[in-house]
């Protein structure tokens, strides 16, 4: 009789019907969309560092009457410390930091291209990690979906946006921050939960900014704002921050991160239709051709079938040469 060979017990996630973890994703993206438009116009009574504060003193409250209401265990196990706070540093004050202080240099634009990025450093960083295999066909989808972000932007006007370099290198680094944030949350994420995983990281996140608190809370900026600012605060802080995060980190707990973070480069497709539809702006076809190609790329790297990482050989057996 010929060796038995080991079958997994459970179907990988990526073999069953995935059609929540795309209807997340695709909230997700629209979400994200509306956060540079809400973070722009907040930003135009506000500081950065003050829109960023007060964002995540909102979700932070959110996150801590979750963990209080939530069945299970309230704190992290002692073990998980480290990575919290690495992650709760990476998605506060070292992303959204880096993100809004750039934005107020640099223009949407610009962002989203630097943000387009993002597939790209996920997969090679889950490359280093092992938690990928090298494919092709990922790459080549990668690689269109940028190149739609690209001619998509162009027809809004990137080539004649002016944005600082400071800007942009801050940006970048918020770029750097999020890949990071999103290859090593994949194996936290798949032990505690989506849900439970992102609200310690948050609640984290939010600690993190308390000293940033006597320095650029101003209180009495905050109150003297308009209702339209106050509401892109209260969008960035429920939305973005609580719903759009748990949904990252859903969808993280079901396929591999680079198809998960290929779905950032629909974002611009998305701010452009949402500024069509709501500040009238023109649609070129440059949106349209960019919007197929992001789309195509999407489609490559969503049909990549992921392969399990070589087993072990089975142990002879007695009386029986290994082979």
Same mark, same amino acid.
């Given at each position: /009789?010929?060796?038995?060979?080991?079958?997994?017990?459970?179907?990988?996630?990526?073999?069953?019907?995935?059609?929540?973890?795309?209807?997340?994703?695709?909230?997700?993206?629209?979400?994200?969309?509306?956060?540079?438009?809400?973070?722009?116009?907040?930003?135009?009574?506000?500081?950065?560092?003050?829109?960023?504060?007060?964002?995540?003193?909102?979700?932070?409250?959110?996150?801590?009457?979750?963990?209080?209401?939530?069945?299970?265990?309230?704190?992290?196990?002692?073990?998980?410390?480290?990575?919290?706070?690495?992650?709760?540093?990476?998605?506060?004050?070292?992303?959204?930091?880096?993100?809004?202080?750039?934005?107020?240099?640099?223009?949407?634009?610009?962002?989203?291209?630097?943000?387009?990025?993002?597939?790209?450093?996920?997969?090679?960083?889950?490359?280093?990690?092992?938690?990928?295999?090298?494919?092709?066909?990922?790459?080549?989808?990668?690689?269109?979906?940028?190149?739609?972000?690209?001619?998509?932007?162009?027809?809004?006007?990137?080539?004649?946006?002016?944005?600082?370099?400071?800007?942009?290198?801050?940006?970048?680094?918020?770029?750097?921050?999020?890949?990071?944030?999103?290859?090593?949350? +994949?194996?936290?994420?798949?032990?505690?939960?989506?849900?439970?995983?992102?609200?310690?990281?948050?609640?984290?996140?939010?600690?993190?900014?308390?000293?940033?608190?006597?320095?650029?809370?101003?209180?009495? +900026?905050? /109150?003297?704002?308009?209702?339209?600012?106050?509401?892109?605060?209260?969008?960035?802080?429920?939305?973005?921050?609580?719903?759009?995060?748990?949904?990252?980190?859903?969808?993280?707990?079901?396929?591999?991160?680079? +198809?998960?973070?290929?779905?950032?480069?629909?974002?611009?497709?998305?701010?452009?239709?949402?500024?069509?539809?709501?500040?009238?702006?023109?649609?070129?076809?440059?949106?349209?051709?960019?919007?197929?190609?992001?789309?195509?790329?999407?489609?490559?790297?969503?049909?990549?079938?992921?392969?399990?990482?070589?087993?072990?050989?089975?142990?002879?057996?007695?009386?029986?040469?290994?082979?």
């Amino acid at each position: /009789m010929g060796a038995l060979q080991a079958r997994p017990l459970n179907p990988p996630a990526e073999a069953s019907p995935l059609r929540g973890v795309y209807a997340a994703l695709l909230i997700q993206v629209v979400i994200s969309a509306g956060t540079y438009l809400a973070a722009k116009r907040a930003m135009t009574e506000l500081p950065p560092l003050t829109v960023v504060l007060w964002r995540f003193f909102l979700s932070g409250l959110v996150f801590v009457v979750l963990l209080l209401v939530l069945p299970g265990p309230k704190l992290p196990p002692r073990d998980a410390w480290r990575r919290i706070f690495i992650l709760g540093l990476l998605a506060g004050p070292v992303n959204q930091v880096f993100f809004f202080s750039g934005l107020a240099r640099s223009t949407a634009a610009h962002g989203a291209l630097l943000y387009a990025l993002t597939p790209l450093g996920v997969y090679l960083l889950s490359l280093a990690r092992g938690q990928e295999r090298a494919s092709a066909r990922t790459l080549l989808g990668i690689a269109t979906a940028f190149v739609g972000v690209v001619v998509l932007l162009l027809g809004r006007g990137l080539a004649d946006a002016r944005g600082s370099m400071l800007g942009d290198v801050l940006i970048l680094g918020a770029v750097l921050a999020w890949v990071v944030y999103t290859t090593e949350g +994949k194996p936290f994420v798949a032990v505690h939960g989506p849900l439970r995983a992102t609200a310690w990281c948050m609640t984290m996140s939010t600690v993190l900014m308390l000293p940033f608190a006597p320095f650029v809370a101003n209180t009495d +900026k905050l /109150m003297a704002a308009s209702t339209t600012a106050k509401g892109c605060i209260v969008y960035l802080g429920l939305l973005t921050s609580v719903v759009a995060y748990v949904l990252w980190y859903y969808a993280l707990s079901k396929v591999s991160a680079s +198809k998960v973070a290929i779905f950032s480069n629909l974002q611009p497709a998305a701010t452009a239709l949402a500024a069509w539809l709501l500040l009238d702006e023109s649609l070129h076809w440059e949106i349209a051709v960019g919007g197929v190609l992001v789309l195509a790329g999407v489609r490559l790297t969503q049909t990549v079938v992921a392969r399990a990482p070589p087993t072990a050989p089975l142990p002879p057996v007695a009386g029986r040469p290994a082979t």
